[in-house]
């Protein structure tokens, strides 16, 4: 079996994954702005205590939550179509897959959106620059963007190798031995 090397092929692909991933971010953050200015809460409040302990679902998880699982739909349709062209009849096979690389990173995003604002955490957002008195000086916002972006590399790299990449390679393998 020949070793796989690193093709402009795999570059256009990644590059139209960020652009997808891009628009995914403008729609994530978009639904937390939405979702935060139709709701008549603190983004910082408790949504949910979870007794016995000290912890809390807040606000902003819940942002969080709703604005990925708009995204999600929307980078699943985008990545389908135009990064991977994966077609039609693979859509409904490979979303619980897209689906579970994006829970996965929904889970690593609210891990880091937690640490960012959490008060005693070392990379906590500074309180002094983002007061909430603007839209740009929202700590929830900068939050979600920050996680957004960081956990982007990492859900590319499930998704090309686990959701869009072994039909890919069968399919590659189907043309190479069809006969002349």
Request: hydrophobic share 50%.
């Amino acid at each position: 079996m020949p070793a796989r090397r690193l093709t402009l092929g795999h570059v256009g692909e990644l590059m139209r994954f960020a652009l997808v991933g891009g628009s995914g971010v403008l729609v994530n953050v978009g639904v937390v702005v939405l979702l935060n200015k139709l709701l008549p809460h603190d983004p910082e409040s408790v949504f949910l205590p979870l007794r016995p302990t000290d912890f809390n679902i807040r606000w902003v998880h819940v942002l969080n939550a709703a604005g990925f699982v708009v995204a999600n739909a929307w980078n699943f349709e985008l990545n389908r179509l135009w990064t991977f062209r994966a077609g039609e009849r693979t859509a409904r096979t490979r979303f619980p897959r897209f689906f579970a690389v994006g829970l996965l990173g929904l889970a690593l995003q609210l891990i880091l959106v937690t640490l960012l604002i959490h008060p005693y955490s070392p990379i906590e957002l500074p309180t002094s620059i983002l007061d909430g008195s603007t839209g740009f000086r929202t700590r929830t916002y900068w939050a979600t963007l920050i996680s957004v972006v960081a956990v982007t590399p990492l859900s590319f790299l499930f998704n090309r190798l686990w959701t869009f990449g072994t039909s890919r390679a069968r399919s590659v393998r189907a043309v190479e031995t069809r006969p002349a």
